[in-house]
């Protein structure tokens, strides 16, 4: 006697669908991630990505099906009405992009917000992207708040594989347990098969957690910058950080308890004590580079100077008939 019921198996394939010709994408590229969801301390995944959006060229590659991964109700579409009707709908999106940076390498971007179903599948799907354009590294960003005054640099804490970068920049290493957030489980799964991963999560001065913060992402494009080599725009950031700081001094000369706050948290960080429910924070030690390392890594910007000229002298004979260039897709 037949099921009465009519089973459909979820598929990874099924989450996701093609924007580009596979063969459009340059393989062997490292991805950055940043997703929103259960938490971003200083707006810091949000400044990342209206940063890279607004200042580099991007395709989309791989876009996400909302249908399978999304709740509507809790996050509910933005409607635009223009006086007795809907003019436009702006459903959320996560998706996968082609990005070039400042210097014209090129690298992909995981972007939008946490999936609220499906993780496994999903993680699944994104393993299969993965392989499918051979990714050499994944990089992803976090932010959570954190007891640390902003009298401090922004510190960090460091998980993955990469023990050089774990090492050399992670100064928070308790031993609990956290709410976990989809990349979490990406992590997990890509370390186990052998993938440099790396995660930052940025650790933000929790009386800033609910406002955009730049120094954090500023903090953020740093660690990405030294775990990909890739080069980033930050100069809107710092600006804006500037103006940020200003504020925040004012209203410490007007709020006392504020101020007493952001004292004692400084005071902790000077004497290194123990917060309560926390370990303490330890800044590593540099690591100071050799002439042979300096000389390298001058000759791999170099290089990646004059192919990026290369690239725009040949992109010269591409143009319009009025000698323009054409417009990006």
Do not use: C
């Not at 580099?56 to 009405?81: A, C, G, H, I, K």
């Not at 009298?151 to 460091?158: E, F, M, N």
């Amino acid at each position: 006697m037949g099921s009465a019921y009519n089973w459909h198996v979820i598929e990874p394939s099924d989450l996701y669908e093609l924007q580009m010709n596979p063969i459009d994408v340059p393989l062997g590229l490292p991805v950055l991630a940043g997703l929103s969801g259960f938490t971003d301390a200083g707006g810091t995944v949000s400044q990342v990505a209206d940063n890279i959006f607004a200042n580099f060229e991007s395709q989309t590659v791989v876009q996400f099906v909302n249908d399978e991964l999304l709740d509507y109700r809790s996050r509910r579409p933005v409607m635009f009405f223009e006086r007795d009707h809907i003019v436009s709908y702006d459903p959320p999106s996560l998706a996968l992009h082609l990005v070039t940076d400042e210097a014209g390498n090129p690298f992909l971007f995981l972007s939008g917000y946490e999936p609220d179903f499906k993780w496994d599948a999903f993680v699944t799907a994104v393993q299969e992207i993965f392989a499918l354009f051979a990714v050499s590294s994944v990089t992803w960003v976090h932010s959570i708040p954190f007891p640390t005054p902003h009298t401090r640099p922004v510190g960090v804490t460091v998980s993955g594989n990469r023990q050089d970068l774990i090492d050399a920049v992670s100064e928070w290493k308790p031993s609990t347990s956290v709410p976990g957030n989809v990349l979490h489980a990406l992590e997990y799964q890509l370390t186990r098969a052998g993938i440099p991963m790396v995660g930052f999560v940025l650790l933000v001065p929790h009386y800033l957690s609910d406002s955009d913060y730049p120094e954090a992402a500023i903090a953020a494009f740093q660690q990405v910058s030294a775990a990909t080599g890739l080069v980033f725009r930050t100069d809107p950031l710092r600006e804006e950080s500037a103006r940020f700081s200003k504020q925040i001094n004012k209203q410490l000369d007007e709020n006392p308890e504020l101020a007493r706050i952001v004292q004692s948290l400084e005071q902790g960080y000077q004497s290194n004590s123990n917060a309560p429910g926390r370990s303490a924070m330890h800044k590593p030690t540099p690591k100071v580079p050799s002439a042979d390392e300096i000389a390298a890594e001058l000759e791999d910007y170099l290089a990646s100077r004059l192919r990026n000229d290369a690239g725009d002298l040949g992109a010269g004979d591409l143009g319009n008939d009025d000698g323009s260039p054409d417009s990006a897709n």
